[in-house]
């Protein structure tokens, strides 16, 4: 995350345009090129680990550049076991989770601007939910998206584009009575996620500024719950 801007109210044209309760703008950080044309590369690693419910994970980030492209790579994964109550030490049931992120970002400079490329993977095996009576026992989403940042003689171009498709199964953990799809409570969800987002600015003189965008957004979404033999 490079940025996080938090708008109350109503949401100006120029950012959106299409909220009067206020909207919430994430921008991923900048990708970093080299000062000259050797290759650099940078890297960081971290893990952790917690007793209660042997949980443990890591993440790692890592890139190479010079002075017109650049690759980079982040990636986390954690796990967990159900806890443990802090009053009589009883097992939390449905509290066991696993979660991995995968992302790869490849970015061009150019003479007039940045073009980036990035694509990744979301996979979450199993997440229990203590105060519910279903859990996650599958959900994988995989995504692409695209952006152009540049600036000419006329003004600046923004353009975005991004897809993004889900795969996503509930139904009881084994400690709720069973996670086959022939008991319990199956849900499946299948979902599409996709748009683009094109804004330009046009600088008129020292004072005047023209903008003018297009955006489109799709979400898609197919639900559906399998009977249950007996019920």
Sequence with gaps: VGSV????????????????????????KSPTFAASDKLEAHGSIAGFYRSNGNAFGGSLSASVADRAWSLEYTGAWSKSDNTKAGGDGGVIRSSEYEAQNHLVTLSK???????????????????GYPNA????????AVFVNAAYEGAFDWGRLDAKAYWRKTDHYMNFLTD???????????????????????????????????????????????DWWPAVPGS
């Design 176 to 222: 709720k009575g069973g996670s086959t799809p022939t008991s319990g409570m199956p849900m499946y969800t299948q979902g599409v996620d996709a748009g683009w987002s094109v804004k330009g600015t046009i600088d008129l003189s020292k004072q005047d500024v023209v903008r003018l965008g297009n955006e489109f957004h799709h979400a898609g979404l197919d």
């Design 109 to 127: 400079k150019t003479d007039t601007g940045v073009l980036t490329l990035s694509g990744g993977i979301q996979n979450i095996p199993k997440q």
């Design 133 to 140: 009576w279903m859990d996650m026992l599958y959900n994988r």
């Design 5 to 28: 801007e938090v708008l109350s109210g109503v949401t100006p044209v120029s950012k959106g345009g299409d909220s009067i309760a206020g909207s919430i703008i994430v921008e991923r």
